[in-house]
């Protein structure tokens, strides 16, 4: 739900080289089901989709702490960056 600057900020502190989805106003949220009922924020996510459209990795929450490692989301996007080559 963060603003773009804010998102860009923080792909720059993690060294991140894709983009991250800014939704200030939490209508990606809305439509993939991960808005928090009654509140203005989202469920922690993660979905990466492939260049394809396809969505590779869909990980929801269970609630505030529960949250998808990096080291899965890194695995994901090697698969996705390697089929891409093939």
């Known amino acids: ?3 773009r600057e ?3 900020s923080f792909a720059q502190e993690l060294g ?3 983009p991250l989805l800014s939704d200030p106003d ?3 949220a809305l439509a993939y089901g ?4 009654g509140r ?3 469920i922690p996510a993660v979905f990466v989709v492939d ?4 969505i590779r990795l869909r990980k929801v929450g269970e609630n505030a702490a529960d949250r998808t490692s990096p080291a899965e989301i890194l695995r994901v996007l090697g698969e996705v960056r ?4 093939e």
């Open 6 to 8: 804010v998102s860009q």
């Open 26 to 28: 939490l209508r990606v």
């Open 51 to 54: 260049r394809a459209g396809r």
């Open 82 to 85: 390697g089929s891409a080559s």
């Open 1 to 3: 739900m963060d603003d």
């Open 34 to 37: 991960v808005a928090m009922e």
């Open 16 to 18: 991140l080289h894709i």
């Open 40 to 42: 203005d924020i989202a």
